[in-house]
């Protein structure tokens, strides 16, 4: 199993007491599948990602990664692992103004230390794969939002990662381009064999997935079992 989480708790200070944010969490995502994870605001989704992530310690519980245990890393293993397997597309793009699509996947290469003319043509093959190899040199201003998120994808995929963890990509993003963003993740899915995690809100991209959990209240809920 590619990702494993497992009897995962996660709370938070909350005036004198903690706010329990994800109970007992077990989940597993095999590598080329979407699993996507609905529920209403504040029930744990995003929380559930953070750890997943790396980005967030549970109370309790334990996350693996391409079957690493990652209880027992240190800051820079976390790093290390973080940066080699797990790619991260929130919410909002965050791209950098001053730079154009082709840099910003190059940043991601840069940061790895890898050979800038390699780093080049790995950016431009993943602009090619999200359907942008024709909009490489426009900065994020003269990018429509759909193509924004397009390009959060495809940076989030510079260093191949094994895990996929994508939080609401199409809140910002009117129906039909928010379903193209969907389908784009799902075919991305299966050709790079990534296991991918999707929060979504939109109840029309779950034909796009291959299973579909429910969290409430931080519990974990498979539709069609009890
Ligand atoms: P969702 O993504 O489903 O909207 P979250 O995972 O963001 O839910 O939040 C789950 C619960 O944890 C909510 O009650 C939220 O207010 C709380 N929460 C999230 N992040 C923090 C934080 N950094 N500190 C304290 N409480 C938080
Ligand atoms: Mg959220």
Known sequence: MTLELTDVTLTYPDGEGRLTALDAVTLAVPKGTVTAVVGPSGSGKSSLLAVAATLVTPDAGTVAVDGTATTGLSRGELTELRRRRIGIV????????????????QVMAHLDGRSPAKARGRAM???????????????????SGGQRQRVNIARALMNDPTVLLVDEPTSALDHERGAGVVDLLSGLTRRRATATVLVTHDRAHLAAADRVVEVHDGRLRFPGTP
Do not use: I
């Open 90 to 105: 929130f919410q909002q793009p965050n791209l950098l103004p001053s730079l154009t699509a082709l840099e910003q996947l």
């Open 125 to 143: 093959e993943l602009l090619d794969a999200v359907g942008l190899a024709g909009q490489a040199h426009r900065r994020p201003h003269r990018l």
